[in-house]
């Protein structure tokens, strides 16, 4: 597996593999690396002919510092995960590399990310947007790989890469999950024992919850019974639950058969916050 740390280093290997007429793909990643980044790289590797991965802490997507500062990072162990799952080249840059220069484009989702977590992360997306786009214009790869953990950050990269033309591939993975139905994250490595205990319940509040929406029950009962489960524990603030259509991410007041929502839920677990979503289609 090569490591590059340098954007020519990445840009030269890419440019080659492309005149070899090799299919590359790409796996964006903040490192820290579970099963579900791992699932990515092999599902990468089983169609494509070289896999780079990327391991980029972006300053720029944080909008609490604490949150950036604390977020894991475990180099040496992720590297040694990602050859064995089929990666081929590991992108590993400094912040100075990405940003040689604060960047001053900015962008604008409009309603795509007036919600959730664009609503209660403010300028979270501009920064995904920059540094996606950034990777795809250094990897220029075939198809691109995302967890739909992450399932606003799926459809704002889905506009990205239809507004700017970016000709690749999005591929998107179900959210892998622990045996007890919590959602594979980075940021469970920072869950006390106790908080690692009574975690699962946003994905069984979101079961429950989906469960509702299936039998018709009014999307704003269904949300206040959510938010009132998780708040029995007290371990858990709550910051949103949303039911919303699953294309536009607009809320929706009642579910119709043949319509796609997403339930999407964000909480802070003994000060880490978490996400997590399930589809009622
Ligand atoms: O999902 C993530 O880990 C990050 O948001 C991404 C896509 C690697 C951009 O920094």
Redesign the pocket.
């Known amino acids: 597996m090569h490591i590059f740390t340098t954007a020519a280093e990445l840009r030269a290997y890419a440019e080659a593999n492309r005149r070899a007429g090799r299919r590359l793909g790409l796996v964006?990643?903040?490192g820290a690396l579970h099963d579900g980044?791992l699932q990515l790289v092999q599902a990468a590797a089983a169609e494509c002919d070289e896999v780079i991965a990327?391991i980029?802490?972006?300053p720029t997507?944080f909008n609490n510092p604490d949150d950036l500062r604390l977020y894991p990072r475990l180099p040496e162990q992720d590297a040694a995960l990602l050859a064995p799952a089929g990666c081929t080249a590991l992108f590993m840059p400094a912040v100075a590399e990405i940003y040689p220069q604060p960047s001053i484009l900015r962008f604008d989702f409009g309603a795509l990310e007036r919600v959730m977590e664009g609503a209660h992360r403010p300028g979270h997306f501009n920064?995904?947007a920059t540094?996606?786009s950034k990777?795809f214009h250094l990897a220029r790869p075939h198809a691109a790989y995302?967890?739909q953990k992450?399932f606003q950050?799926v459809a704002i990269?889905r506009q990205l890469i239809a507004d700017l033309s970016f000709d690749l591939e999005l591929v998107v993975y179900p959210t892998v999950r622990e045996a007890d139905g919590l959602a594979m994250s980075?940021r469970n490595s920072r869950l006390s024992p106790a908080a690692r205990a009574v975690a699962p319940l946003l994905h069984q509040v979101l079961e429950q919850a989906a469960g509702q929406v299936r039998l018709g029950l009014a999307t704003d009962q269904v949300q206040a019974q959510a938010l009132a489960a998780l708040a029995h524990e007290p371990k858990f603030k709550p910051e949103y639950f949303e039911v919303a259509d699953a294309q536009t991410l607009q809320p929706v007041t009642t579910y119709e058969t043949g319509r796609s929502v997403v339930l999407c839920v964000a909480a802070h677990l003994d000060g880490v916050r978490l996400i997590d979503n399930v589809v009622v289609s």
Request: hydrophobic letters at 45%.
């Open positions: 964006p990643t903040m980044h990327s980029f802490v972006n997507q920064g995904v540094v996606v990777l995302f967890g992450d950050q990269v980075s």
